[in-house]
């Protein structure tokens, strides 16, 4: 439970990995290229970004955006990218582990 | 982290943040497809719960919403908060002093290393003479020792003689062992503990500096005579020390080699290992690397070998006395304050535990009044979105916050009950001076207290708020009060315990009150204002035996006699061997016809005129005459009780020679240890036989007693007790008195000029104190049932003026509309006496055990007080009961039906 806990912190950092974003745009990301699998919903998201603002993992800067536009723009700090790190490792552990107990057993192959 | 949110707590760095994330929802919200986002709100309030201070926003918010709604009712405040500050501030005081007696630690050094000695026989005695503590010194190097004596000083300023200071000897170690510190200029040290009356140097303790001196620096240096002998002032004591005796406050410090310069009346008792007089207490700490029980086990070896046995010899058997030597932890201090108040007052202490749970009942009940009263309020704001623990969190806090208000009030009322008590407390006798600044163990008591109150009060009606119903707001019925079914509800259940509980307050005050009243002496008008009494004690007095100090003694006193007679308004004087409630320990021998050995009686010597002055009746014979006076012969000439009459003399007449009874002589028996007996003497010439009088143990019945004259006794002592019988007021006779007395001998301390009636009270001060405080209690409770009765009752009314107008309506008389209150009230009162007598009774029995002596002829459960208590508690609910009954039959019934 422990590495579900974060995964939303984690999507995030993920996705301010590949440059800064503002708030719904970090929404928007995850849904697309999550190919529509993952909606998270803005009223969870907004404060997942304050929370991880004040954890100085990510920082927030107004900007004015291509279609002159005021935004607030969020961009992963050099300690966010440290942690992202170590959660994806953490990360594709939990997954072998599920992995493998979820592996189908020969026993019960067709269930 | 908490560094990044602690700008959070700041408002204007909240309000910009909230200014900034308002901002950016609005432009996401533009910018994302409509609908999109979702609840814009909500997601901002999640976020704001992100800066982590929405616990402390909510209480302050709670705490500000808590005063508003105290602010509206300022009555229904006012009254909670001084019920329960009484309550509240009646526990705190009693703290404070049972805090001060038994807990706080002395200001010195390591008090928790330090330790006095104690001997152990048939009861525990702090005293030891100097030849005993010099034998510890010599032989048990187990501690370091210092030893102290408190003495009365005679002590004159710049030729001006000054009220008898309350003065201690010390030895060299003392201040040292104690470790302290001077306010000004030195403490006394080994140096001053060198010789025999070389040491003319004192010490001010820092409040008689302060008080005298007005904490002038320049009093280092200044002389002070005590008793005639010049001293040179050296230092200051710290202003915390009152000496290692918790209870009493030494004016000054003197060392103990000036003992006979400071104490003329008695012999040098430095030098004189024949007086066996116990005037000091010892003090010490382990020698390091020496553990308590090896110190407990070298004292006992002391007392099995003859060069250091320590021991007193008893006078009749010549033998040393067995006692032991007790190590006892000083950390606290000594004091007999203790051994004789902390019962009583951790029984008060009960007792005013009792008054705050009825004050919480009290104001329980306030609350729920008023909770019911705001149903509708709490109806809408749970609508509107407020959460049940919510609209509870603010009941309890309002709650908290009228415990928090009560509790800052009991401490300011502490702080002025303890100092009320103590004053009282030392009324007519010896100053009893304490440290009662409230320290942190009263506060966090008091704190804890108050916060305890706080929850069992708001407790009830915040479980209440939170089974409001949200429809239920709209419902009419409730915009008028009207209670649901079950209407008596929980506040009537509250105040039927409060009446048990007052119950068993009045009874125990009762019994309290009646003990004392069978303990003041009435026979005699003995507890009367009129008769004076003074120690006389002139120099030389503390050793009658040199020849012709006997009669030195008795010349002057008949000659004081004579001039205090003349003075007008005195109606009589004379002088006993002590104050008729000190116990005498002077005793004479008797023997009986055929009866072996002897017996020791009580025995006072007394100046003619003695029982006229106190009182007691002349039962047959005569008084002691001047002649009687006179006769230092062969035949002792006496006057005895009635007690002494049934005892000894089997029915014969005693005025009348040849009843055999016979003053004893001690002979030496024959044997290897030299020991006494009593054999046959001369028979007494018994003159005069008086009334048992209540003296000197008012709980006891009078033991035989033999009186005698000065010359005729065989005692060591001189001094005596002055009483005199004033005609009306005793003011300006006092003064007179003074005045001869001190002339007597004007080196030596004075003593006060108190009445009969003071020597009576502070014999039962602590009796006074628990009768006094536990009626107080009584009172307070009273009148706080009587107000949560009608509290109840007037709220029951009210709710059910429809109900009532209905009944008037339809037929029923107002005499039946007051019947069916008062019927309520009675079913209160009598639900509350049938739990509270079983109370009492058992409350009682576990009280006679703690306090065994103040209860005095009286059983614990004792009928009539429980009656009396009972039909105070009926009445109560009658007063009670009357106004909302009278209310209730005058309810005009077509103004009741309207209201709907």
Redesign the interface.
């Known amino acids: 439970m422990e590495a579900l806990y974060g995964v939303l912190d984690m999507l995030i950092l993920r996705t301010l990995l590949f440059g800064p974003l503002h708030g719904y745009g970090i929404a928007a990301a995850i849904r697309d290229s999550s190919d529509e699998a993952l909606r998270i919903e803005f009223g969870s998201l907004y404060p997942a970004l304050k929370r991880l603002e004040l954890k100085g993992w990510i920082s927030a800067k107004w900007e004015t955006s291509e279609r002159n536009r005021r935004v607030k723009v969020y961009r992963l700090t050099p300690e966010g990218r440290r942690r992202l790190r170590e959660e994806s490792s953490q990360w594709s552990s939990f997954v072998r582990a599920v992995g493998s107990i979820m592996k189908p057993k020969p026993g019960e192959a067709g269930s | 982290?908490l560094w990044?949110?602690l700008p959070y707590l700041l408002p204007w760095h909240r309000r910009a943040a909230e200014r900034?994330m308002q901002e950016?929802?609005r432009?996401?919200a533009?910018?994302?497809p409509p609908g999109?986002?979702?609840?814009?709100t909500?997601?901002?309030e999640?976020?704001r719960?992100?800066?982590?201070w929405t616990r402390l926003e909510q209480a302050a918010q709670d705490l500000r919403y808590a005063g508003r709604a105290l602010r509206k009712s300022p009555a229904f405040t006012a009254a909670a908060i001084v019920s329960l500050a009484i309550g509240i501030g009646a526990n705190s005081a009693l703290f404070t002093l049972i805090n001060t007696l038994l807990w706080k630690r002395l200001p010195v050094r390591d008090p928790e290393h330090l330790f006095v000695l104690a001997t152990e026989g048939a009861r525990k005695d702090y005293g030891f003479t100097y030849q005993q503590y010099e034998r510890f010194q010599q032989h048990a190097p187990v501690l370091d020792y210092a030893a102290y004596s408190r003495v009365r000083l005679n002590a004159s300023i710049d030729g001006a003689l000054e009220p008898t200071l309350d003065g201690q000897l010390v030895t060299g170690g003392y201040f040292p062992l104690l470790g302290l510190r001077p306010a000004l200029g030195r403490l006394l040290g080994p140096d001053d503990d060198r010789v025999p009356m070389g040491h003319p140097v004192a010490v001010l303790a820092h409040d008689y500096w302060m008080r005298r001196f007005g904490g002038d620096p320049a009093v280092v240096g200044r002389t002070i005579s005590l008793s005639g002998t010049p001293f040179t002032i050296v230092g200051v004591a710290p202003a915390e020390f009152f000496g290692i005796d918790v209870g009493s406050a030494p004016q000054l410090f003197a060392p103990v080699m000036m003992q006979p310069a400071v104490m003329p009346t008695t012999v040098n008792l430095l030098d004189r290992p024949d007086v066996y007089s116990t005037w000091l207490r010892i003090a010490g700490r382990l020698r390091p690397g020496v553990s308590r029980a090896q110190a407990a086990a070298r004292f006992e070896a002391l007392a099995t070998v003859p060069e250091t046995d320590w021991r007193p010899v008893n006078k009749f058997t010549l033998r040393p006395d067995d006692v032991g030597l007790a190590l006892e932890s000083a950390a606290t201090g000594l004091s007999d304050l203790r051994r004789q108040f902390s019962r009583p007052l951790f029984v008060l202490l009960g007792v005013a535990g009792l008054v705050l749970l009825i004050a919480c009942a009290n104001v329980a009940n306030l609350l729920l009044a008023r909770s019911t009263a705001r149903r509708q309020e709490f109806a809408v704001r749970l609508a509107l979105g407020a959460s049940r623990s919510r609209l509870m969190r603010q009941v309890l806090v309002e709650g908290l916050v009228l415990a928090g208000l009560a509790g800052a009030a009991g401490v300011a009322l502490a702080f002025w009950a303890t100092r009320a008590l103590v004053a009282a407390a030392s009324s007519g006798g010896g100053a009893v001076v304490l440290d009662l600044s409230p320290d942190v163990r009263v506060l966090a008591f008091t704190g804890a207290v108050s916060l305890l109150a706080g929850l069992a009060f708001g407790s009830v009606p915040a479980f209440r708020a939170s089974r409001t119903d949200v429809s239920g707001g709209a419902r009419a019925d409730l915009a008028h009060n009207r209670l649901p079914a079950g209407r008596r509800g929980p506040g009537s259940l509250l105040v039927v315990c409060q009446v048990a509980v007052s119950l068993v307050l009045l009874v125990g005050a009762g019994v309290f009150a009646r003990s004392l009243r069978n303990l003041i002496p009435t026979d005699t008008d003995a507890s009367s204002t009129r008769v004076l009494i003074v120690r006389v004690e002139p120099r030389g007095s503390g050793d009658r035996h040199q020849p012709g100090t006997a009669e030195r003694f008795d010349r002057m006193y008949r000659q004081l006699l004579q001039d205090v007679e003349r003075i007008p308004g005195v109606e009589s004087a004379t002088l006993a061997r002590t104050s008729p409630l000190a116990p005498d320990s002077f005793s004479f021998p008797i023997a009986l016809p055929g009866v072996e050995g002897g017996r020791l009686v009580p025995a006072l010597i007394v100046y003619p005129r003695y029982f006229s002055t106190m009182g007691i009746r002349l039962v047959r014979g005569r008084d002691f005459t001047a002649e009687d006076m006179r006769q230092p012969g062969a035949v002792p000439t006496v006057l005895v009780n009635e007690a002494f009459v049934r005892e000894f003399l089997r029915g014969r007449d005693p005025l009348v020679p040849g009843h055999g009874v016979m003053q004893a002589r001690a002979e030496r028996a024959d044997g290897k240890i030299p020991r006494f007996r009593f054999g046959p003497g001369p028979a007494l010439n018994i003159v005069g036989v008086v009334h048992d009088s209540r003296f000197p143990a008012l709980r006891e019945a009078a033991p035989p007693t033999v009186f005698q004259t000065f010359l005729q006794a065989n005692t060591g002592f001189a001094h005596m007790v002055l009483l005199v019988r004033t005609a009306g007021a005793t003011g300006e006779v006092a003064r007179r008195v003074r005045e001869l007395v001190q002339a007597v001998d004007p080196i030596v301390p004075m003593f006060d000029v108190h009445s009969l009636a003071d020597e009576v009270n502070l014999a039962l001060v602590r009796e006074r104190l628990v009768a006094a405080l536990s009626g107080v209690f009584a009172g307070v409770a009273l009148v706080l049932v009587c107000v949560g009765l009608y509290g109840v009752l007037a709220f029951s009314v009210a709710c059910r003026t429809r109900e009532i107008g209905l009944r008037l309506a339809l037929g029923a008389t107002p005499s039946d509309v007051r019947w069916m209150v008062a019927r309520h009230a009675l079913g209160i009162v009598v639900t509350g006496l049938a739990l509270g007598i079983p109370a009492a009774l058992v409350s009682g029995r576990l009280l006679t055990r703690q306090l065994a002596d103040l209860v005095y002829q009286l059983t614990p459960g004792d009928p009539l007080t429980t009656a009396g208590a009972a039909l105070v508690l009926l009445s109560i609910a009658a007063a009670a009961g009357l106004l909302p009954a009278l209310r209730a039959a005058h309810t005009d019934p077509v103004v009741a039906l309207r209201v709907e």
């Open positions: 982290m990044r949110r900034d950016e929802l432009a996401l533009e910018m994302a999109e986002l979702g609840n814009l909500l997601a901002a999640d976020a719960a992100e800066w982590g």
